[in-house]
C-alpha cells in the first residue's frame, strides 16, 4: 500500500522552503500543483487497495464504486480544510497568538467530528450495497488508511509553540 507520498505532499505544503516574495506565487503554485499529482495517486491507490481487500463481484462492484466514489469527493472536501488549517499553522507558527490557537483548535475539532461522522454515514451506505462480512472489511481498511495517513501527518506536524 503506498500512502508515503501524502506525507511528503504535506511537508511540502506546511514547511515551504523560504522564498522572496517575488517566488512565492510561483512556489505556491508549484506546490498545489505537487499536491495534487501526489494526491491523485494516492488516491489511485487506495483505489486499488479497496479492490483487492474487498474481491468485489461485478454486481457488487456495480453497487459498491458509485458509493466509494461519492465518499471520496465528499472527503476530498474534508480534506482540503486540512490542508488548509495545517498551513495556516505553519504559517502562523512564530508568531500564533492564543486566539490563533483558539481558531485552530476549534476547526481541527469540527474537521474530526465531520469526518467520523461522514466515514460512519457512507460505511451504512457500503453496508447496503455489499454482504455484511465485505463492509465490515470496507470499515477496516477504510479505519487503517484513516489511521495510518493520521498518524504520518502528526508526525510532520511540530506542536504548538
Known amino acids: 500500500m503506498r500512502i508515503s507520498p501524502l506525507a511528503v505532499a504535506l511537508v511540502a505544503i506546511a514547511f515551504p522552503l523560504l ?5 512565492e506565487s510561483a512556489q505556491v503554485q508549484s506546490i498545489r500543483a505537487d499536491e ?4 491523485g495517486q494516492i488516491m489511485a491507490d487506495k483505489r486499488a487497495v479497496y ?3 474487498l474481491q468485489l463481484t461485478d454486481e457488487e462492484s456495480r453497487a ?18 486540512f490542508i488548509r488549517l495545517v ?5 502562523k507558527y512564530s508568531t500564533m497568538t492564543d486566539a490563533d490557537a483558539q481558531q485552530m483548535l476549534a476547526a481541527k475539532m469540527k474537521i474530526d467530528r465531520e469526518r467520523m461522522d461522514l466515514q460512519q454515514a ?17 470499515a477496516q481498511v477504510e479505519s487503517r488508511i484513516d489511521n495510518e495517513l493520521q498518524r504520518k501527518v502528526m508526525l510532520l506536524v511540530p506542536l504548538a509553540p
Open 64 to 81: 459498491f464504486w458509485p458509493v466509494y466514489d461519492e465518499y471520496e469527493i465528499k472527503v476530498k472536501k474534508i480534506d482540503d480544510r
Open 87 to 91: 498551513n495556516d499553522f505553519a504559517a
Open 36 to 39: 495534487q499529482i501526489i494526491l
Open 51 to 53: 479492490a483487492q481487500a
Open 122 to 138: 457512507y460505511t451504512k451506505k457500503v453496508a447496503k450495497v455489499v454482504p455484511p462480512i465485505k463492509a465490515l472489511r470496507y
Open 19 to 23: 522564498a522572496s516574495p517575488q517566488d
